[in-house]
């Protein structure tokens, strides 16, 4: 009683009408002559990219990659646009990767603590962006960039600016860049990562052949928190330095320096018997979490290997191992991308 509830000029008395921020949002889905038989999808709106043999669609719910194929071939764990990111498959990770153990830790001398997201475990895991709404600030045929205000919670009491970017091209595939700036008015701390899980056969990934840039490996516990220092993968079953089928190998470890190229790029290969897909790690993504997905569904395991370049390390929160900090006004951008060809 005593609300003012807008209603259209045509409408029949008593007909409500939605405000107007969500008119505009019903508009901007395709929504507003339908809402009564139309919804939104789970993942909002869809962003469809493509250049060359590629394509690619981003979703307004995290900026995730949902999809991305080469010449019709999936290069990518994808799904529906009405379902959520089975397993994080292609969310973006921010503003820390992986995980923080119990949720707390401590920075500038002060305690935090996050919500538990990954009750299982106990652990503050991937962040506080990819179940956000990211609003698209550019767009055209082979490229979107989606943007997000990350405001305070008693968990993180900092202000950032993200932004993610993902353009394809012909010639190099994709390219994602994100880029957070320091809006607020203390220093932050902060951590970036992306989860794609590269898919290159229909069948198990243990025939698949692996090579990884990585030296070192950082062993964890059952929880998923660092057990220990990093270690030599020499002699290990860990070492991927020369492509190897990945066979009965179990992965779900955080792997660390990395050998990079002439363009500061460090680049791992996933190779089935039709594709070859080729993930890089621009400057300042000095690890790369892998996970054969032992413990998923049974639709997902075993069946696609995530390969997560990330800012730091697990539970970088609490150790400050690789964490950034953003003094106010601060921005830092981070590159890294998918490659595909015929193998």
């Known amino acids: 009683a ?25 508009v901007a ?24 043999d590629y394509r690619a669609t981003v979703t307004e719910l995290g900026a995730g990659l949902r999809s991305l194929s080469y010449r019709g071939q999936d290069v990518i764990v ?8 089975p397993a994080g498959a292609g969310q973006l990770l921010a503003p ?5 153990d119990r949720g707390r830790y401590t920075f500038g001398a002060e305690q935090f603590q996050l919500d538990i997201t990954e009750p299982s475990a106990g652990n503050a895991i991937h962040g506080l962006t990819r179940w956000t709404g990211w609003q698209v600030t550019a767009v055209a045929a082979d490229i979107v960039e989606l943007g997000l205000l990350l405001l305070a919670r008693p968990g993180y009491p900092f202000c950032l600016e993200l932004t993610a970017a993902y353009r394809l091209t012909a010639e190099a595939g994709l390219q994602v860049t994100v880029t957070a700036r320091n809006v607020g008015s203390r220093t932050a701390p902060y951590g970036t990562g992306s989860h794609p899980y590269l898919r290159v056969s229909s069948g198990p ?11 070192q490996w950082l062993p964890a516990d059952e929880r998923g928190i660092p057990a220990g220092p990093p270690r030599d993968v020499t002699g290990t ?21 990395l050998a ?10 996933l190779t089935g018997p039709d594709v070859e897909v080729a993930i890089w790690a621009g400057a300042g993504y000095r690890w790369l979490q892998v996970f054969t997905g032992d413990a998923l569904s049974p639709e997902m395991r075993r069946r696609a290997l995530a390969i997560e370049p990330m800012t730091c390390p697990p539970n970088a929160f609490v150790t400050g191992v690789d964490l950034m900090t953003l003094a106010p006004g ?6 890294w991308g998918l490659q595909a060809t015929r193998s």
Not at 96 to 100: A, D, E, H, L, S
């Open 2 to 26: 005593g609300l003012n509830v807008p209603r259209s000029p045509s409408s029949p008395a008593g007909v409500l009408q939605p405000p107007p921020a969500l008119q505009a949002r019903a």
């Open 29 to 52: 889905c395709g929504t507003m002559d339908t809402m009564a038989e139309r919804s939104v999808p789970l993942t909002g709106s869809q962003h469809e990219i493509a250049a060359g």
């Open 78 to 85: 994808g799904y529906d646009a009405d379902a959520l990111p």
């Open 96 to 100: 820390w990767p992986n995980r923080v």
């Open 205 to 215: 990934i243990d025939d698949c052949e692996l090579q990884l840039p990585a030296s």
């Open 237 to 257: 079953t860990y070492d991927f330095r020369t492509r190897r089928a990945i066979g009965a190998t179990s992965l779900d470890h955080a792997f660390t320096d």
């Open 260 to 269: 990079a190229d002439r363009a500061d790029r460090a680049w791992a290969r």
């Open 330 to 335: 601060q921005a830092e951008s981070h590159q």
